[in-house]
T-cell receptor
Framework: AQSVTQLDSQVPVFEEAPVELRCNYS??????LFWYVQYPNQGLQLLLK??????LVESINGFEAEFNKSQTSFHLRKPSVHISDTAEYFC????????????FGTGTRLTIIP | DTGVSQDPRHKITKRGQNVTFRCDPI?????LYWYRQTLGQGPEFLTY????????KSRLLSDRFSAERPKGSFSTLEIQRTEQGDSAMYLC??????????????FGEGSRLTVL
């Protein structure tokens, strides 16, 4: 079984400042890793994912995450945030075989301060 | 492709009543998942189907919950004798399992249940 820990339930950040949202996972097997974003009154959307290959993955809107196997982490970063990044961010993990069932963390609410 | 759709979006019911939610996945997706999300928590896995076969059920899914996907397309999630603790957002997701699988689940906007 897999588990995900997101230690920060809320992160306030000034506009144009950098941000890091932390995610650690636990698994006895190899995994796929995901970040999903939930904007207010919308469904979950995939932000980025790590399946294999390069450990640094990027999204189209400037976020990036790095898979660190030794630290079992997949932290999400953005060098300069915008008001539109206000949302809840969920880290998720699945075994890289079988049913592709996602196990989610409890989420981090990112609030951008103008 | 209109994405994953769920109906109804909101349901308010009295304790003890039965409720049913419907999910229409992306048309070519062969896998369908149900999750439950409560305030301040991440989505929790309930069950999933590959085509019409229900392959896994979480221990969270009590005997009052039943899910079906009779023709391998849309799915229904029924909750019998609702309790206040059933109040949550019920999320449906679909994916394509096969050689072109990307591991991504596509989510609907959810059905919010309030049990009074």
């Amino acid at each position: 079984a897999q588990s995900v820990t997101q230690l920060d339930s809320q992160v306030p950040v000034f506009e144009e400042a950098p941000v890091e949202l932390r995610c650690n996972y636990s698994s006895s097997v190899s995994v796929y890793l995901f970040w999903y974003v939930q904007y207010p009154n919308q469904g979950l959307q995939l932000l980025l994912k790590y399946l294999s290959g390069s450990t640094l993955v990027e999204s189209i809107n400037g976020f990036e995450a790095e898979f660190n196997k030794s630290q079992t982490s997949f932290h999400l970063r953005k060098p300069s945030v915008h008001i539109s990044d206000t949302a809840e961010y969920f880290c998720a993990v699945s075994a890289n075989f079988g049913n592709e069932k996602l196990t989610f963390g409890t989420g981090t609410r990112l609030t951008i301060i103008p | 492709d209109t994405g994953v759709s769920q109906d109804p979006r909101h349901k308010i019911t009295k304790r003890g009543q039965n409720v049913t939610f419907r999910c229409d996945p992306i048309s070519e997706h062969n896998r369908l998942y149900w999750y439950r999300q409560t305030l301040g928590q991440g989505p929790e896995f309930l069950t999933y189907f590959q085509n019409e076969a229900q392959l896994e059920k979480s221990r969270l899914l009590s005997d009052r919950f039943s899910a079906e996907r009779p023709k391998g397309s849309f799915s229904t999630l029924e909750i019998q004798r609702t309790e206040q603790g059933d109040s949550a957002m019920y999320l449906c997701a679909s994916s394509l399992r096969g050689s072109s699988s990307t591991g991504e689940l596509f989510f609907g906007e959810g059905s919010r249940l309030t049990v009074l």
